[in-house]
């Protein structure tokens, strides 16, 4: 157990699961969700690129290419929300009671859900004590 995170204190079990997102793959998800990113002040066009900015917590949407290139912030928040809405819409199964978060890293975008299990639940078969005649083969 963690003595340092508060959270191992109070939870049985810390379950954690991340879905990672590329620069390549937001830019699909933006343009196959128009009317959720215009929601969020981006163009009801698909975007020519997506730059990650980690250092500022955000990611630019880039819409045009040459001199008529623009690029609009998207912020953490309204980054999250057009992912879960992109994975409700898409069937990716999401934990429903989780505490959700989003992080920007260099190559990719993370959606992270973390569920705490304040007990261990009870196994719907309970295995008894087996004895075993002879070596153990190894599992394959």
Not at 14 to 26: D, I, K, M, T, V
Not at 43 to 64: F, K, Q, S
Not at 99 to 123: D, N, S
């Amino acid at each position: 157990m963690d003595k340092g995170n508060p959270a191992a204190r109070n939870s049985a079990i810390l379950e954690r699961r991340e879905l990672r997102f590329s620069a390549a793959a937001l830019q699909a998800m933006i343009g196959w969700s128009l009317g959720a990113a215009s929601s969020h002040g981006l163009l009801p066009t698909p975007p020519n690129g997506v730059t990650l900015v980690p250092e500022h917590g955000r990611i630019d949407v880039v819409y045009g290419a040459g001199a008529k290139v623009r690029s609009i912030p998207l912020t953490l928040e309204a980054l999250g929300s057009l992912l879960i809405a992109y994975c409700i819409r898409s069937l990716i199964p999401m934990p429903r009671i989780a505490r959700k978060e989003v992080r920007i890293g260099a190559r990719y975008v993370a959606l992270v859900f973390h569920v705490e299990h304040p007990q261990a639940p009870v196994p719907e078969v309970i295995e008894m004590a087996v004895v075993r005649n002879g070596p153990v083969r190894q599992w394959r």
